[in-house]
């Protein structure tokens, strides 16, 4: 019998067991967190790619920015939106390229075109 409690001396620890086993579960989630992002990702590139491209009169009531990553020695992502309200008062939240963001302002009045919830064009009226 180990009088140390199997502390490794005289064999493998339950301690080591425990940790082999948290381990392997660990990768094992990994595993299947990538393969369901990887597989919504898909759905969605489908199911935009299967809309009809929809050109529609609006209005821009609201724009925000969503800042995420930038711990230690990452960098900061920024991602863009931009809510089209249109003439039924239904409003749309389309996300945006950096580029497109700055020159389109609240309160512009034009025409947005979109696929599913792929942001395709704004021509602003004026």
């Known amino acids: 019998m180990d009088p140390f409690g199997g502390l490794g001396f005289g064999g493998p620890s339950i301690f080591v067991q425990v940790v082999k086993t948290i381990i392997i579960l660990g990768f094992i989630g990994a595993f299947i967190y990538f393969i369901v992002n990887a597989v919504g990702a898909a759905g969605k590139w489908s199911s935009n790619n299967a809309s009809d491209l929809v050109t529609r009169p609006c209005k821009v009531v609201a724009k925000r920015s969503k800042v995420w990553g930038g711990s230690g020695d990452f960098s900061a992502n920024t991602d863009y939106f931009i809510t089209f309200e249109f003439e039924d008062r239904s409003r749309l939240e ?4 950096n580029e497109q963001y ?5 309160g ?4 947005v075109s979109y696929q599913g919830t792929r942001f395709k064009h704004f021509e602003r009226k004026l």
Do not use: A, K, M
């Not at 389309?94 to 390229?97: A, D, N």
């Not at 700055?102 to 609240?106: A, D, F, P, R």
């Open 108 to 111: 512009d009045v034009g025409e």
């Open 102 to 106: 700055g020159l389109i302002v609240e």
């Open 94 to 97: 389309l996300q945006i390229r």
